[in-house]
């Protein structure tokens, strides 16, 4: 009877071992998974801080200064604040990081837009800087003519030339 009890109470010991085991891997789990997420917001805001250090700096074709600079060098050198190198033109920076869909964008996520003649091929880029709902969504961008400025993504004029969105920090 004796031994009876003790291999019962053994095993019920060992299951709330198991138990204890899981729950203290599930803590750790759920503390990596927190401070990932903190990692990326900390970068995502370094980047958008960037990016909005330019605003009001005129649109220049080819240009990444505070001279001048267009969509993708805007985008170039906020990521530059990371250590991000991003490549120099907008259908290059198309082809990086993962697809998101236009209602998933989140801060920091590279928004493209065709505002060409070709309504297919992707001549834009900005960062989307502030998400306050699913169709109000601000984005910064080199304005060929304002200059820097952010915008609503949901816009007139940008809700019809939006093609994808990309999200750079994971």
Same mark, same amino acid.
């Given at each position: 009877?004796?031994?009876?009890?003790? #291999?019962? #109470?053994?095993k019920?010991?060992?299951?709330?071992?198991?138990?204890?085991?899981?729950?203290?891997?599930?803590?750790?789990?759920?503390?990596?998974?927190?401070?990932?997420? #903190?990692?990326?917001?900390a970068?995502?805001?370094?980047?958008?801080?960037?990016?909005?250090?330019?605003?009001?700096? &005129?649109?220049?074709?080819?240009?990444?200064?505070?001279?001048?600079?267009?969509?993708?060098g805007?985008?170039?050198?906020?990521?530059?604040?990371?250590?991000?190198?991003? &490549?120099?033109?907008?259908?290059?920076?198309a082809?990086?990081?993962?697809?998101?869909?236009? #209602?998933?964008?989140? &801060?920091?996520?590279?928004?493209?837009?065709?505002?060409?003649?070709?309504?297919?091929?992707?001549?834009?880029?900005?960062?989307?800087?502030?998400?306050?709902?699913?169709?109000e969504?601000?984005f910064?961008?080199?304005?060929?003519?304002?200059?820097?400025?952010?915008?609503?993504?949901?816009?007139?004029?940008?809700?019809?030339?939006?093609?994808?969105?990309?999200?750079?920090?994971?």
């Amino acid at each position: 009877m004796m031994s009876i009890d003790f #291999k019962r #109470k053994t095993k019920i010991n060992q299951i709330s071992l198991h138990r204890g085991v899981l729950f203290i891997f599930i803590l750790i789990l759920f503390n990596a998974c927190g401070a990932a997420r #903190k990692a990326r917001e900390a970068q995502v805001n370094e980047v958008i801080k960037a990016a909005r250090s330019f605003t009001g700096t &005129p649109y220049k074709y080819g240009g990444t200064t505070r001279s001048g600079m267009d969509c993708s060098g805007l985008t170039g050198n906020a990521y530059k604040a990371v250590n991000l190198t991003l &490549p120099r033109t907008t259908d290059g920076q198309a082809t990086i990081g993962q697809k998101v869909k236009r #209602k998933k964008v989140q &801060p920091g996520d590279l928004v493209f837009f065709a505002t060409g003649e070709k309504k297919r091929d992707i001549t834009h880029v900005g960062i989307v800087t502030d998400v306050r709902s699913r169709s109000e969504v601000k984005f910064i961008h080199a304005s060929t003519s304002l200059g820097v400025v952010e915008t609503d993504m949901y816009s007139s004029y940008y809700r019809t030339r939006f093609r994808t969105a990309r999200r750079i920090i994971e």
